[in-house]
Nanobody, 124 residues
Framework: QVQLVESGGGLVQAGGSLRLSCAAS????????MGWFRQAPGKEREFVAAITWSGSRLYYADSMKGRFTISKDNAKNTVYLQINSLKPGDTAVYYC?????????????????WGQGTQVTVSS
């Protein structure tokens, strides 16, 4: 059974940083892409970033380039999302998810398993 468990969220002041983690288990992820999405209150879930399990390809939403960095540790089966210079507009629940290689990376409908999410709240 596939499990994705996010952690690392919290309350942080604007300008601060957070590193979110997603621990993955239950399948061989070598042919999958790991993605991060976020959902703010009253808004749709939006794509943030994704990484192939090999690490050879990274994908970012245009609006996330520069402050967001996705990475992973294969030995720990864990994907990370580093967020710097946090803004109140980054306040959201952040989710990790998996999609098969070759699928629509930026479309949440292509992702088959999701974690429970971790709350990030940025105060001004």
């Amino acid at each position: 059974q596939v499990q994705l468990v996010e952690s690392g969220g919290g309350l942080v002041q604007a300008g601060g940083s957070l590193r979110l983690s997603c621990a993955a288990s239950g399948r061989t992820f070598s042919t999958y892409v790991m993605g991060w999405f976020r959902q703010a209150p009253g808004k749709e879930r939006e794509f943030v970033a994704a990484i192939t399990w090999s690490g050879s390809r990274l994908y970012y939403a245009d609006s996330m380039k520069g402050r967001f960095t996705i990475s992973k540790d294969n030995a720990k089966n864990t994907v990370y999302l580093q967020i710097n210079s946090l803004k109140p507009g980054d306040t959201a629940v952040y989710y990790c998810a998996t999609t098969p290689l070759g699928g629509p990376i930026r479309d949440r409908r292509g992702y088959d398993y999701w974690g429970q999410g971790t709350q990030v709240t940025v105060s001004s």
